[in-house]
């Protein structure tokens, strides 16, 4: 399967934007809850130069690696499981070989 011959069915793209959707809130969320930790912790200067740093850092890696183009898609779901972000069982429903891309693409 060559990832730009790739198509996706209706069903496999309703698939993708809940599982997409669903890997965002979960990071997003997680750094949330960092920020809100770190933020009230801050008790010199020095911290909030560093956790601008971080943000800015952090935005820059999710603007990057949240790309709903369906020829990198395989790839970016493969990198979602690989950081926790989603499990095989939320891309059920997609096609066998698809899934058994992505998982294998998560274990490199």
């Keep these: 399967m060559q990832v730009n011959e790739i198509i996706w069915s209706e069903t496999e793209q309703k698939i993708a934007e809940v599982a997409f959707q669903k890997a965002y809130e979960r990071e997003t969320s ?13 008790t010199e200067l020095d911290q909030i130069w560093r956790l601008h740093d971080f943000l800015s850092a952090r935005r820059h890696e999710i603007d990057g690696k949240y790309d709903f183009s369906y020829s990198v898609l395989l ?4 990198t979602f499981i690989k950081q926790g972000w989603l499990q ?9 070989d698809k ?7 998560a274990r490199m």
């Excluded at 809100?36 to 912790?41: D, I, P, Q």
């Excluded at 899934?99 to 693409?105: G, P, T, W």
């Design 30 to 42: 997680t750094l949330i809850q960092e920020i809100r930790e770190s933020a009230g912790a801050i």
């Design 75 to 78: 790839f970016v779901f493969a």
């Design 88 to 96: 095989p069982t939320d891309l059920e429903g997609l096609a066998k």
């Design 99 to 105: 899934l058994a891309k992505i998982i294998s693409l």
